[in-house]
């Protein structure tokens, strides 16, 4: 056990892109599903505290100049954006939809 402790301490920047190679990857998932549903079941508020919280993470990254933290939550910020994109096209899409027509 000692040998793995050791090995972890002295490997904390292959910890964390490992830990950001999995938590952004695990998010793509979501965005099929939103693509599939057109974006039914996903909460704004959801997308907004979510997202807030990766800015958040990201800023955490800069501020301690943190390569995984960056690239983690500025990839998954990306998807994040990608989502209220998705969900805005298919409100305005039904929007238009259910809008009259004029002649």
Not at 31 to 38: D, G, N, Q, S, Y
Not at 45 to 55: I, P, R, Y
Not at 77 to 83: A, D, E, P, R, V
């Amino acid at each position: 056990m000692f040998d793995l402790l050791h090995w972890l301490r002295a490997h904390p920047d292959a910890i964390g892109f490992w830990a950001a190679v999995l938590t952004t990857v695990s998010f793509a998932p979501q965005v099929v599903e939103t693509w599939k549903t057109a974006g039914e079941g996903l909460s704004w508020m959801m997308l907004a505290l979510f997202g807030s919280g990766t800015a958040l993470w990201f800023l955490y990254g800069v501020l301690r100049m943190s390569g995984p933290l960056m690239l983690a939550n500025g990839l998954t910020g990306l998807q994040i954006l990608f989502l209220i994109a998705l969900k805005l096209w298919f409100a305005s899409r039904a929007a238009r939809q259910r809008a009259p027509q004029r002649s």
